[in-house]
């Protein structure tokens, strides 16, 4: 049986509300245009996490920033973690090692009181690999390469509705397949990242995903389950396979992030 191992008293939706998360899931319909923020009076790229370095001493973060800028990621705690952004813009954090799952929000400031959150809330698991926590959509794998497919996170809420992220090869055609079914396909960007959208709500139970492509193939059981009942604003439990992460959106409605073990 999984158990809960971190809790933590700050709100989680704050620190999303914060990161410009909310709106109606993309998994719900097309998503809308963008507008351009480029043509937005005063608009600064915000800042972001690009790489992710785990060592016997600890966790280091690099990304990039506007040049010069100080940078900051806080837990849900309230522990901050600072650093300043080289003239090309890059800054590095050093964290101690840690046995638990980490929530930080990645920000930067902007001049006067000025500060420009990055989007989601970044997870940092014991082993060092990090995802960016997204309401509405499928997280976002920092730092993953794989030339073969492999599916990497899966979210979904309340109803089922369902998105997957991993990576390929770059470029390459994609399958989803859930029970033998054909539930979604896609491409991988130019960086090797994919994200696909499951037709049809999920249902509870264990299930086999398999993601197919060109340069090969995965396949996963993977438990689904309702979020139920929990205190406060997440909670985050060790499952056999993966960290499960439910957690209460800006929008308040629950979202369930599985992160699926590296040797999956």
């Not at 500060?115 to 809330?121: I, L, S």
């Not at 509405?136 to 992220?165: K, N, Q, W, Y």
């Not at 929990?230 to 439990?237: L, M, T, V």
Request: proline letters at 8%.
């Amino acid at each position: 049986m999984s158990k809960p191992v971190l809790a933590l008293a700050v709100p989680l939706f704050l620190l999303l509300a914060a990161c410009g998360q909310g709106g109606e899931p993309a998994w719900r319909g097309k998503a809308k245009a963008a507008a351009d923020p480029e043509g937005a009076a005063g608009y600064l790229r915000p800042p972001s996490l690009a790489m992710v370095r785990a060592g016997a001493d600890g966790v280091s973060l690099s990304g990039r920033a506007q040049p010069g800028a100080p940078v900051q990621l806080i837990s849900p705690s309230g522990q901050t973690f600072d650093a300043t952004a080289d003239s090309a813009g890059a800054w590095t954090v050093r964290l101690p090692p840690s046995q638990d799952v980490r929530l930080l929000a990645l920000s930067m400031g902007a001049g006067g009181n000025r500060v420009v959150p990055a989007q989601g809330v970044l997870a940092l698991l014991p082993d060092g690999r990090a995802v960016q926590l997204r309401a509405g959509a499928s997280a976002e794998p920092i730092s993953a390469i794989s030339d073969t497919p492999r599916l990497l996170t899966i979210d979904f809420d309340a109803d089922g509705a369902a998105s997957v992220a991993g990576a390929a090869r770059p470029e390459s055609g994609l399958s989803l397949r859930i029970d033998r079914a054909a539930r979604a396909s896609g491409k991988a960007d130019s960086r090797g990242r994919f994200h696909l959208v499951v037709a049809r709500p999920l249902a509870a139970g264990v299930s086999r995903f398999e993601v197919a492509g060109e340069s090969g193939e995965q396949a996963v059981d993977i438990p689904i389950s309702p979020a139920g009942m929990f205190e406060g604003s997440h909670r985050i439990q060790r499952l056999a396979n993966a960290w499960r992460i439910d957690w209460v959106t800006p929008g308040g409605g629950v979202q369930t992030t599985l992160i699926l073990d590296a040797g999956s």
